[in-house]
């Protein structure tokens, strides 16, 4: 006989818990697409979902759409891979603000209403994060047109907040408002209606759904990927920023202050008879980092100026000089500053400020740096330029 014990269930349970409703990546990622009901409501409640996933496939759509500037950014991992990974974080950032500040702000309203329903509030939250992968998929299908020739203003691979809602150095509400519509309404609907039922709609996104989901966002940004790297690829030259080997672009630029202009070609060509070393250093009045180079290279000036070494500031704010020269009045560097109204930091890639180059007296780029440099990098740098031209003596102390 088999025995009985009292603390045996006597009925099936009626909830099988978290673990009887796991989803996988392509449940996850794909349901999201083509069953946003389901997905939702099997996030919220499966403890599977992570802001991660669908943060990691908008990133990819972002830098795909801004192919060119990704590209000068990777070229360049080697000479400074930590400063290179921010400012990819930095472009994500900066391409997608409003897009991650609406999903967040939906998170936290969702949150706080699941809340109050008596629903897991971050299990609501950070399944709201997983509607970036539509709108992402809506910014590839913009890029994707872009790149075959066919510009779409409305789709969301612009920025709701960039230059394309500007006509006629004006805000253009009209098309600001299109924009927001074509990319969040989606969305707004899609909460709406999952607010609606979240009480009752409790199914999870089925295996076949997510695939057909999951097969759709492979395809979509793979295309993306594969078109914007081909479309790299054919401009790689181009594009690829100048560093060591390269010749600095030689341009004449407006001084920052008065109207005279410098000739950077005089400068490491045959202007005064002999050519100098130059210190090209990028700044602008916003960055901070700037600020506080400026002012030490002063003294580098100061110092090797008797041994042929010019440093120059370039200034990249063409459209507010009033700014740069108050920052360069307040800081007094001791040295001359252009502004760049010319594309020089086009011409060179630029990605990073401050930017400095040191260039020999051929006019080659011998060394570059990303961001904040310490003085003593750059004086053992002109030290070791100098020696190769006999010029090994110390700076004046």
Known sequence: MTAVTTDAPTTLPTDAGPQMNRLGLVERAGGIVVSPLRALAGLARSGDAHPLEPALIYAVVVLAVHAAETYRLLALVGDAPLIVLRRLFDLVLRAGRTDLVVVAVAAVLIGAIAK??????????????????????????????ALAGVEVWALPHRAVDSL???VDNQVDWGRFTVKCVVAYTHGLVVLLWWLATMTTFRQAPRAVTGRCGAAIVIAIVGLLVLMSVGNVLNRADALRPRTGGDMFPALSLPKLFGKARLDIATLVGDGDGKAKVLVVDFWASWCAPCK????????IAARYQERGVVVVGVNREPMNVPAARDVW??????????IDNAGLGERLGLTSLPSSYVVDRTGRIRHLHLGYTEPAVLERELDALLAEDGGATSPAP
């Open 116 to 145: 109050a329903r008596g629903q897991k509030a971050i299990g609501a939250a950070v399944a709201v994060t997983y509607l970036l992968i539509p709108l992402a998929l809506l910014k590839a299908l913009g890029g994707l047109l």
């Open 164 to 166: 394309v809602v500007v």
């Open 292 to 299: 506080r180079s400026l002012p030490e290279l002063k003294d």
């Open 329 to 338: 009045q307040a800081l007094k560097p001791g040295f001359d500053s252009v």
